[in-house]
């Protein structure tokens, strides 16, 4: 996730039904019966573990892998969110030799670009046909979203597209 970059939008609306002439009857959108109506909050998202540009890559490393978790948020000391590291993406650079254990996070971690760039909302209360958009949509297919509070204040957790799948896979149609 180079960055959240993504409008708003709202689930794409499907074509009316061609065989009624009644443009206000409109079918649900493939969505619909997929998640009817569930949010973020109903993946259950694992709390985000965060960790501090200063801070060994060999430690965050070590926590991420404790954890079974595949990407890190990265704050500062004010818990402003700065970028992420991915587990894998560090696991390439540790082996090409780019990077050492004793290196910094910040020389392994992908900053968040903040001029310019329109970010997406991920919060609790997002509607998972919108977490699916946001992962398939833009330049950048994401991987896994950060949720936050309305305000941006607090990271809440991580919802992976994994999470999405699973999800989907539960509940039946």
Do not use: C
């Not at 939008?9 to 009644?22: C, F, K, Q």
């Not at 998972?128 to 992962?135: A, I, K, P």
């Not at 297919?141 to 204040?153: I, S």
């Amino acid at each position: 996730m180079a960055t959240s970059e993504l409008s708003t939008s709202d689930a794409p609306e499907s074509v009316s039904n061609s065989t009624n002439n009644d443009s206000s009857l409109r079918q649900p959108s493939p969505w619909a019966s997929k998640y009817r109506g569930a949010v973020v909050e109903d993946l259950d998202p694992s709390p985000a573990f965060s960790t501090h540009p200063t801070s060994p890559i060999g430690h965050a490393l070590m926590s991420a892998l404790e954890r079974d978790y595949t990407h890190l948020t990265v704050i500062d000391e004010h818990k402003t969110l700065l970028g992420y590291m991915s587990v894998p993406r560090l696991r390439e650079l540790l082996e090409r030799g780019q990077v050492r254990e004793s290196d910094p996070v910040e020389k392994a971690m992908q900053k968040f670009q903040r001029k310019g760039r329109r970010y997406k909302l991920i919060t609790m209360e997002t509607r998972l046909e919108e977490l699916e958009d946001f992962f398939d949509g833009g330049k950048e297919k994401q991987e896994f979203a950060v949720v936050t509070d309305p305000a941006r204040r607090f990271v809440l957790g991580v919802a992976t597209r994994e999470d999405l799948k699973k999800f989907a896979e539960r509940r039946p149609f």
